[in-house]
């Protein structure tokens, strides 16, 4: 009953340097998305995927690229980390149009 | 665009007491859906509710209660005879059905049950 897995929990990264953010869900889910939490900010999209196949930015894509791998998979990629990027990472996913989001875990992701 | 607003931005109540936290929302669309989700110590972040915007009826889940009214945008939550375990961050989100079908959050109450 795994639902919605990302991984790594937590990592540090120092500027400049490059990562992938995992994530898999097993709820043959059509959609998946990328958010960032931070204090007082609530979650923010950065990008979401609507089906296998297509991507789209959300409201702070900048600085990340993303890859729908298959409709299980869809990671984040940051290139270049930079300190604005600390922050943690909740990828999610959902059945269809109007259905609620499930999460995975978090990723506590710090650039030092 | 669309807009959540969660202006208490931290609760501190002593268990048992009723405590209700708001939201208001903007939107243009007249289909839209509101989410409660939940965010305990432990980081992850639970459903409670989706209301759609044709039902204003009011809901209760056993301590939980939602008021959504239309005319003054708002979608507030209460917790009756508050515990410590419902001390979290409380989020409070929109959906419509344009761009993209997004979920919209606001900033998020922290509410701290003191026993």
């Known amino acids: 009953n795994a639902g919605v897995t990302q991984t790594p929990k937590f990592q540090v990264l120092k500027t400049g340097q490059s990562m992938t953010l995992q994530c898999a869900q097993d709820?043959?889910?059509?959609?998946m998305y990328w958010y960032r939490q931070d204090p007082g900010m609530g979650l923010r999209l950065i990008y979401y995927?609507?089906?296998?196949?297509?991507?789209d930015k959300g409201e702070v894509p900048n600085g990340y690229n993303v890859s729908r791998l298959n409709k299980r998979e869809f990671s984040l990629r940051l290139e270049s980390a930079a300190p604005s990027q600390t922050s943690v990472y909740f990828c999610?996913?959902?059945?269809?149009?109007?259905?609620?989001?499930?999460f995975g875990s978090g990723t506590q992701l710090s650039v030092l | 665009a669309q807009k959540v607003t969660q202006a208490q931005t931290e609760i501190s109540v002593v268990e048992k007491e009723d405590v209700t936290l708001d939201c208001v929302y903007e939107?243009?669309?007249?289909?839209?859906?509101l989410f409660w989700y939940k965010q305990p110590p432990s980081g992850e972040l639970v459903f409670l509710i989706r209301?759609?915007?044709?039902?204003?009826q009011n809901e209760i889940s056993g301590r939980y209660s939602w008021n959504f009214q239309k005319s003054t945008s708002s979608f507030n939550f209460t917790i009756t005879a508050s515990q410590v375990v419902d001390s979290a961050v409380y989020f409070c989100?929109?959906?419509?059905?344009?761009?993209?079908?997004?979920?919209?959050f606001g900033g998020g109450t922290r509410l701290m049950v003191k026993p």
């Open positions: 995927s609507a089906s296998e196949g297509t991507t």
């Open positions: 209301r759609n915007s044709f039902d204003e």
């Open positions: 989100a929109l959906m419509n059905n344009n761009a993209g079908n997004m979920l919209t």
């Open positions: 939107t243009r669309d007249t289909t839209y859906y």
């Open positions: 709820m043959n889910h059509n959609s």
């Open positions: 999610a996913s959902r059945r269809g149009i109007n259905e609620k989001l499930f």
